[in-house]
């Protein structure tokens, strides 16, 4: 599959901001303001003198997705659970309704998202060339990614960890039963480092081989090329639910060795843009913690006196001193809570919705007031 990376829209501020985003860390953090006229001044000068003109023309990705009315979501058509195109022609999954998540937050309108499908290796290109405003593409947020890809991840929207799906008749039921063995994986991932670390802290003697695309890794598996198919988690969950007779004859084995953190990211250095995508996930979370679903948004908005759920939901609060109608200056719509919740669901329901038919669990993916590590920090 190739990806079809659509070319540049919006204004030349916007082209501007993604070039001269990519051009060095520095001038990157420096120049995520410039105007196309500056390009050439921002790349060349001094840092004194690009300090001065970003002072000047601040513009964010928010002011472009609005002015286009659209996001476009950089994401997968083929990972069941978190992307993938239905009989329709509708994306569907997790990371396709968090797209829709932010849509809703920053435009009102859950459906006004462009998703762009990528192939793996393209991910951090197609942030950095403007070619998206968003990733939302079960991407680990690592510190090497945060540093070197010009990305800014935000809040995750699912812990995940690695782990290895095996041939229920392979015999293999451990890990260490896996000294030289072949194992494949996805290349340009985390994954495929993180296999090369375990086989050797278990002393095992692995072969990690790598392929472009899910499809080729499933093809070597299927020919017996492979023993085990590493990935996250929750992708070889999806990935075995889609797969012919996959419960009966692929084992994922008990043992996750490493941590994965998938989260959406956007272009360093354009602060408005990633507080809006990142209230925006945070908003599912405290929804949920509020019991507040799609079903009974409506009701609760307008039957509650509880200040915390009628700041949240941008609805006025009774007898307020000052105004009446909390806006954090975050650039959203006072209402963008109400709006996320109304059309797409709170995290729960996201959940249930797309990973919970898969039999994942909520396990770390579950409030923190009740096991997990989903965290909101408070909306006042
Ligand atoms: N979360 C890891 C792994 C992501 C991953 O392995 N994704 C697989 C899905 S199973 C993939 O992209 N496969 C290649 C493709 O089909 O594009 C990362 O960010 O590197």
Redesign the pocket.
Same mark, same amino acid.
């Given at each position: 599959m190739s990806s079809d990376l659509p070319s540049e829209r919006g204004p030349v501020k916007r082209r501007s901001l993604q070039i001269v985003a990519v051009a060095s860390a520095t001038a990157l953090f420096l120049a995520g303001c410039a105007t196309a006229e500056e390009e050439t001044t921002t790349a060349t000068t001094d840092q004194a003198t690009t300090t001065e003109t970003v002072v000047e023309a601040a513009v964010s990705i928010l002011d472009s997705v609005k002015e286009a009315g659209s996001v476009r979501c950089g994401t997968?058509d #083929?990972?069941p659970g978190f992307a993938v195109l239905n009989d329709a022609g509708e994306h569907v999954g997790f990371d396709s309704d968090f797209c829709r998540v932010i849509a809703a937050a920053v435009l009102g309108d859950a459906s006004a998202v462009e998703m762009v499908d990528l192939? @793996?290796a393209d991910r951090f290109t197609a942030l950095q060339s403007g070619a998206i405003d968003v990733l939302v593409r079960?991407? @680990?947020w690592t510190a090497t990614r945060d540093g070197s890809e010009a990305a800014t991840f935000l809040q995750p929207t699912f812990y995940d960890g690695q782990g290895m799906m095996v041939a229920s008749n392979s015999g293999i039921s451990s890990l260490s039963d896996m000294n030289g063995a072949i194992v494949c994986v #996805?290349k340009g @991932? @985390?994954?495929e480092g993180n296999a090369a670390l375990e086989s050797s802290r278990l002393g095992l003697n692995w072969e990690v081989r790598s392929f472009d695309?899910? +499809?080729l890794i499933l093809e070597a598996f299927l020919a017996g090329q492979c023993d085990g198919w590493s990935? +996250?988690v929750s992708?070889l969950t999806g /990935?075995r639910s889609s797969y012919p007779n996959g419960a009966a004859e692929l084992v994922i084995l008990g043992e996750v060795f490493s941590k994965?953190p /998938?989260a959406p990211a956007v272009l360093d250095g354009d602060t408005a843009w990633a507080q809006a995508v990142n209230w925006a996930v945070l908003a599912t979370i405290q929804a949920e913690e509020f019991g507040i679903t799609s079903a009974n948004v409506d009701s609760i908005r307008s039957s509650t006196t509880d200040v915390g759920i009628l700041r949240f939901l941008g609805a006025e609060v009774p007898g307020s001193d000052g105004a009446a109608v909390l806006d954090p200056s975050l650039s959203l719509p006072t209402d963008f809570a109400y709006q996320i919740v109304k059309q797409v669901g709170n995290y729960g329901e996201i959940f249930a919705k797309h990973l919970t038919p898969l039999g994942l669990d909520r396990g770390l993916n579950s409030l923190w007031n009740d096991g997990g590590i989903l965290y909101a920090p408070p909306y006042r």
């Open positions: 997968r #083929a990972l192939e @793996t079960n991407t @680990t #996805a @991932t @985390t994954t695309e899910t +499809d990935s +996250d992708q /990935l994965e /998938l």
